[in-house]
């Protein structure tokens, strides 16, 4: 039985491509929760294991962080008290689409493959969509490098 590899990249353009080129252009394309990032899918094989590959992405970050609603106000403290103030990093309304869709599709894979750009920005979006993916897997989650 093949494994179910969910593949994220930084946006749509290059799951699309990505997809394009490792299926040789063969992959399916269809809608999912969210409007804006299709949902792509191939059959692949990793070092001699059989994938079916579901690809899609994110657009950019997909939390925001914010600071509680004390410190909103242009009046309502010092400046000096934003330095240390606590902020809560959450998924704005807008982007709720985004999450559910990749919360749905983790569900059904077993393996996540982030293609994200190689700079902290990168690795900043690559701790949202793995904390995405592990609220909804019950084993421990190993990570590679490459």
């Known amino acids: 039985m093949p494994v179910k590899v969910l593949n994220v990249a ?6 699309k491509e990505v997809s394009r080129i490792l299926s040789n252009g063969g992959a399916r394309s269809r809608r999912g929760r969210s ?8 059959c692949y094989t990793i ?13 950019g970050h997909l939390m925001e962080l914010e600071f ?5 106000r242009w009046r309502g403290c ?13 998924v ?7 999450k559910d869709n990749l919360q749905q599709l983790a569900r059904q894979c077993q393996w996540l493959v982030l ?14 969509v ?11 989650i190993a990570v590679a490098v490459a």
């Open 115 to 128: 293609w994200l750009d190689c700079d902290r920005e990168g690795e900043n979006i690559s701790f949202e």
């Open 68 to 72: 509680l609603q004390q410190y909103k």
């Open 10 to 15: 930084e946006k749509p353009s290059v799951a």
């Open 78 to 90: 010092s400046p000096l008290d934003l330095y240390t103030a606590p902020v809560v990093k959450d």
């Open 130 to 140: 793995i904390g995405c993916y592990a609220a909804t897997q019950q084993s421990e």
């Open 35 to 42: 409007q804006y990032n299709p949902i792509w899918e191939f």
């Open 47 to 59: 070092n001699g294991t059989q994938c079916d590959m579901v690809f899609t992405s994110v657009a």
């Open 92 to 98: 704005p309304q807008d982007k709720a689409p985004l």
